[in-house]
């Protein structure tokens, strides 16, 4: 029996990466975090991975933050407590910025509940498409806590901020279809066409030169933030790059030959 918490399979340019902790729901521990993120980086630099496809294995996408580890945290000195939440937090922040800046495509591919950070984790990624089975509850306020995995940052981007706050101040579930219908889910599929479909578009959204594509995905992610002004900037210095590239070489000298065989 496989012991890792983590399975990643790369094919054909796409990566796979599954969390693997079926019977808890894959709860993320701190083991399963230490792989996760060992697997993210390694996603994001190989040049030969075009795009990531996240899922969970068994019936649950992620059903967020372990809680032994919530019980362990508790039971510390209390003079260590602080110290030791916000180390913790430190490294659930770099996994979720490793998702949210990866240089490639990132599809999150929600298989069933998606639970606090597990809800975070989805939205972390540039897109979600989920089957029959998924759901989405930021259910930290039962817990006594703020959505910690980039959940006040996401969110409201995704639904609107009135929306964002009625979803995590009650953390109900989201049922699939009313998902969908608020944009939290971008696309439906069923349970059996679930990964398929979703490396398929991961394919699909990775064809092109990952060169532009890396760029204007990082200026995109910041584009609600900054002016427009700099948003032109930055696509001028990304411009600058792509003119150097290989992907833009190799295309325009094709173009230039096909264009020269169809004249008379």
């Known amino acids: 029996m496989d012991s890792s918490l983590i399975h990643l399979q790369v094919e054909g340019g796409i990566a796979t990466l599954t969390l693997n902790r079926p019977d808890k729901r894959n709860a993320m521990s701190d083991a399963m975090r230490s792989e996760f993120i060992a697997a993210l980086e390694r996603v994001a630099a190989d040049k030969a991975i075009r795009a990531l496809v996240l899922t969970g294995a068994g019936k649950g996408f992620c059903a967020g933050g372990d809680i032994s580890g919530m019980e362990k945290r508790m039971s510390a000195p209390p003079g260590e407590i602080a110290f030791n939440g916000w180390h913790r937090q430190q490294r659930v922040h770099y996994t979720q910025t490793l998702l949210h800046t990866m240089p490639k495509p990132v599809i999150a591919a929600v298989n ?75 696309r439906k599929t069923t349970a059996d066409r679930l990964v398929p479909d979703a490396q398929a578009w991961a394919a699909e959204l990775s064809k092109g030169s990952a060169t532009a594509l890396a760029l204007t995905k990082t200026i995109l992610d910041q584009s609600f933030e900054l002016p427009a002004q700099q948003v032109f900037a930055q696509g001028s210095q990304a411009q600058g790059i792509c003119y150097t590239s290989t992907e833009h070489r190799e295309s325009v000298m094709a173009f230039l030959a096909k264009s020269a065989s169809a004249r008379p």
């Open 112 to 186: 069933g509940a998606a639970s606090g950070l597990g809800a975070d984790t989805a939205l972390a990624c540039d897109f979600i498409i989920a089957s029959e089975w998924a759901s989405f509850t930021w259910s930290y306020i039962h817990r006594g806590i703020v959505p910690d995995g980039g959940g006040m940052y996401f969110l409201p981007r995704r639904v609107g901020l009135p929306r964002a706050k009625e979803l995590i101040f009650t953390g109900r579930k989201v049922e699939i279809d009313e998902a969908l219908a608020l944009g939290i889910v971008d």
